[in-house]
C-alpha cells in the first residue's frame, strides 16, 4: 500500500524512505546484494557471519551474495577468508577503517536519540558532494522514518550535510558549491551562516516530501572527519518548539561520540 509521500509499508508500520521511494515490487536479493556491496564499501572487510548477521538473513544466503558479488568484481575474498570490496568500489572516497569505528561508536548514543527524542536518528560521513548514511536506529513509532544505512544524499541539502559544510574550510567548501547551480551556490552559501550561528542544520522537505530532519555536526576526533547526526521525522510531528530540544539531544550525542572516538 502507498500514500503520496509515505514509499512503502513496513511490516510493524509505515516507514519512509530516503528520497527515493521503494519499488512496488522490491527485488529483496537485489536489495540485499546491494546493500552488501555498498558496507564493503564503507566498513572493510567482512566474514560470512558478520555479513548475515548484518543482512539479518542466514549464512548460506550471505554466502551466496558474496559469491556473486565477487564474480562481479564488487568484492573479492582476501587470505584470511574475509571478503572486502573489489576493483569496481575501491574508487570510494570514504575511508572504511574510520567509518567502521564511526558505526561501533555512535550506535548507542543512536539509540539514546531515539529515547530522548522520539523519532529516527542517524550517523553519516561527508563523501564528496554526499553525505553517507553509516547506521540508523528508527524510532518506535507507527509512522517514522526508516533505515537509511549505505544511502547518499546531496551533502548542500540534507541536514547534516548542511552541518558539516557549515564547518570546512573556504577551500574545501568551494569544491563542493563549484558542482552547484550559481544560484544554489548562492542560497547555500547564505543558509550556511545561519547554521554557523545556530549551530543546527534543517532539512525541512528539501529532499524528500513530508519529511523533516535536523542535523549537527560530529567534531572531528580519532581520525574522524565530517561526521554528522541528523534526526528524522514526518513532517507532521515537526514543529519549531521542538528545534531546541533537538539540538539539545543531537549536540550532547555528538559530543559523546567524540569524546568515545578520542578515548579509542
Do not use: C
Request: hydrophobic share 45%; aromatic share 4%; charged share 20%.
Amino acid at each position: 500500500m502507498a500514500l503520496p509521500t509515505v514509499p512503502h509499508l513496513s511490516q510493524d508500520g509505515i516507514a519512509f524512505s530516503a528520497v527515493k521511494n521503494r519499488p512496488a515490487y522490491a527485488i529483496a536479493s537485489v536489495d540485499s546484494a546491494l546493500l552488501l556491496a555498498s558496507l564493503l564499501q564503507q566498513e572493510g572487510a567482512m566474514r560470512v557471519t558478520d555479513v548475515a548477521a548484518r543482512l539479518g538473513v542466514s549464512v548460506s544466503t550471505a554466502h551466496r551474495l558474496l559469491g556473486m558479488l565477487v564474480y562481479r568484481d564488487f568484492a573479492e575474498q582476501l587470505p584470511d577468508r574475509r571478503y572486502a570490496a573489489g576493483p569496481v568500489l575501491r574508487r570510494g572516497p570514504v575511508q572504511q577503517a574510520s567509518v567502521a569505528r564511526l558505526r561501533e561508536v555512535a550506535l548507542p548514543h543512536l539509540r539514546g536519540l531515539v529515547e530522548a527524542v522520539g523519532e529516527t536518528a542517524n550517523v553519516m560521513v561527508l563523501a564528496g558532494p554526499d553525505v553517507r548514511f553509516v547506521a540508523t536506529v528508527e524510532s518506535d513509532q507507527v509512522l517514522r522514518v526508516g533505515d537509511r544505512t549505505g544511502r547518499t544524499l546531496p551533502a548542500h541539502l540534507s541536514s547534516g550535510g548542511k552541518a558539516v559544510l557549515a564547518t570546512l574550510d573556504d577551500e574545501r567548501l568551494a569544491a563542493v558549491v563549484a558542482s552547484l547551480d550559481a544560484a544554489v551556490a548562492v542560497r547555500l552559501e547564505r543558509e550556511l551562516r545561519t547554521v554557523r550561528r545556530r549551530g543546527v542544520a534543517v532539512n525541512d522537505q528539501e529532499t524528500e516530501a513530508g519529511l523533516t530532519a535536523v542535523g549537527v555536526a560530529v567534531p572531528p576526533s580519532g581520525g574522524v572527519t565530517g561526521a554528522a547526526l541528523s534526526v528524522a521525522a514526518p513532517s507532521a510531528r515537526y514543529s519549531r518548539d521542538r528545534l531546541p530540544v533537538w539540538k539539545e539531544a543531537l549536540a550532547e550525542a555528538a559530543g559523546g561520540i567524540a569524546r568515545d572516538l578520542g578515548d579509542g
